[in-house]
């Protein structure tokens, strides 16, 4: 009877539905068992960790050492003392600092260059973005087989630009090194700086510039008038999300230097890296990433209250 | 005349010259590492060391790619990166929805949850890496598929929940508010009028959250090593021979980078989104 069924469909409608009283339970609780099953993971693989290498930084935990004794803050200590700790807290700051500027200058000029159209827009984009979805470990390996002496062409491309040999060891002598790091992740990451900040500015209103050229305004006016206010939210977040994943440098620096020569291209992680797996004082590389992941937190907090403040004014 | 003028005058990018000139440059420096390590994945070995360098190899081979795949268990590496990318983005992409479905509609937990799970995104990954490793030789886990899928889910939940939080917010309640009042559940208002509707956004995440996978190194290079191990951490194999093996190198290195790459262009419509976590619109 299709009537009687329509009947029982409107006498339903907008009460609430029948359920065995598990699906009672669950149909009230439904918030609650839709975000359970990510908290849970997060909690089992995140937080307990976490909590875990906290405990672990206050004992004995060391592959060479037997017994697991509360050392209180020995470890702590032998990272804070240790001038290969410090140095590589450094250059992590040098390196994240320098690369992200300059990513960030030329990801801007590129966006600038690429906001109006063009024959050939779309392809010139679709090849820009590619270095974002390669591993960090080839985009090293791609540089390494550049840069490599004797192997590389790189020292060849320059001798014969400038007209006599060139012979630097871009993956072994200072300055060199850090600049083919920095190139690197420059290579890498611009596209990054350049897509947000592209999205940015196709969203800033063209008549604005408009208005800006009647008034007689040149482009170098409009540009710091108009353009750099309304991108400046686009900006920092941009520069805050490049900024905490340069910071965790490791996998170029695995590849093209492992660290070397000597210690003289550790980074933070690399250094615990090198604590932890290579020489197994655990205790002593779970306090030094507390120490880091403290340092972390003053930057995120630093950044994303700035990031509040513009986006709330 | 002046209208005409300043009509032809770029209003916002510099003078037409210096923007190709600045273009041009940026495509040469983005593709020729890209080009130099095809090169060399087909150059046959004798040709590395020759001066001038062999811009064009004339006798390409394929050596290198049979090298780098069988010898070097290349292929191995290939197969465990596809179970592991593939199992994890599944996963994040089901928990992830489910979890931005719930902060989107019923704002549970209010913002603390859902600035507590971004929060998890700014974590450096040592900090969770060297209890992780303890905790996996504890239980058994270290070096083993479901270990590596586990710790992958969690490491691009964040992006997930984020990507679909901001997708669901941008949806109209109006299809689900009909199906509750035509007595659905709730989990059938979600599960069979929201996420067909939200696919769209969810393909793009599962997009991005597989390209993290697949480009992963430092989880899979400390958590794994003989039985597990994913096509990055392969190259530690060709670190320190000094030149030898850069044939074999660069030809995994082509071999990986087409999944992704490939994924990545096609989904460009949502690389603002996948990059800012939600945050832009693209």
Known sequence: ?313 | MAAVRSARRPRRGGAPVARFVLLGFFLIFVLWPLYWMFNTSVKPSDDYLATPPVWFPTEPTLLHYEVALFTYRGLEGLINSLIISLSATALSALLGTTMAYSLARYNTGGQHLSFWVLSQRFLPPIGIVLPVFLIYRQVGLYDTHVGLIVAYTVFTLPVSVWMMFAYFRGMPRSMEEAALVDGCTRWEAFWRVAVPLAAPGIVAAAVFAFIACWTEFFFALLLTSRTAFTLPTVFRAFIGFQGAQYGEAAALAIVSLVPSIALGVLAQRHLVRGLTLGAVRG
Do not use: C
């Open chain 1, 1 to 313: 009877m299709p009537q009687t069924a329509a009947i029982t469909r409107m006498t339903g409608a907008g009460a609430p539905p029948r359920l065995s009283s598990f699906a009672n339970w669950a149909d009230r609780h439904f918030k609650w068992l839709l975000v359970a099953p990510a908290v849970l993971l997060i909690l089992a693989l995140s937080i307990y960790p976490l909590l875990f290498s906290l405990v672990v930084s206050f004992i004995n935990y060391d592959f060479q050492v037997p017994g697991h004794a509360f050392v209180g803050l020995k470890n702590f200590e032998r990272v804070v003392f240790d001038p290969v700790a410090r140095w590589s807290l450094l250059l992590t700051a040098l390196l994240s600092g320098i690369s992200v500027a300059i990513e960030f200058v030329l990801g801007l000029a590129v966006a600038l260059a690429m906001v109006r159209s063009f024959p050939g827009r779309g392809v010139v984009m679709s090849i820009l973005i590619v270095p974002l979805f390669i591993s960090p470990v080839i985009v090293g390996q791609a540089w390494t087989l550049l840069l490599q002496r004797p192997f590389g062409p790189t020292n060849y491309i320059l001798g014969a630009l400038l007209g006599q040999e060139v012979t630097i060891g871009w993956l072994t002598e200072s300055p060199w090194l850090y600049i083919s790091l920095v190139v690197a992740d420059v290579w890498q990451w611009t596209p990054f700086m350049f897509v947000i900040l592209l999205a940015g500015l196709t969203s800033i209103p063209p008549n604005l510039y408009e208005a800006a050229e009647l008034d007689g305004v040149n482009a170098w006016q409009a540009f710091w008038a108009i353009t750099v206010p309304h991108l400046a939210p686009m900006m920092l977040l941009a520069l805050t999300f490049r900024l905490l994943d340069a910071i965790r440098m490791f996998d170029t620096i695995f590849i093209m230097t492992g660290g070397g020569p000597g210690t003289s291209t550790y980074t933070a992680s690399y250094y615990l890296y090198t604590v932890g797996f290579t020489q197994f004082h655990l205790s002593q590389a779970t306090a030094g990433s507390w120490l880091f992941l403290i340092f972390t937190a003053l930057v995120v907090t630093l950044l994303v209250r700035r990031l509040l403040k513009v986006e709330t004014a």
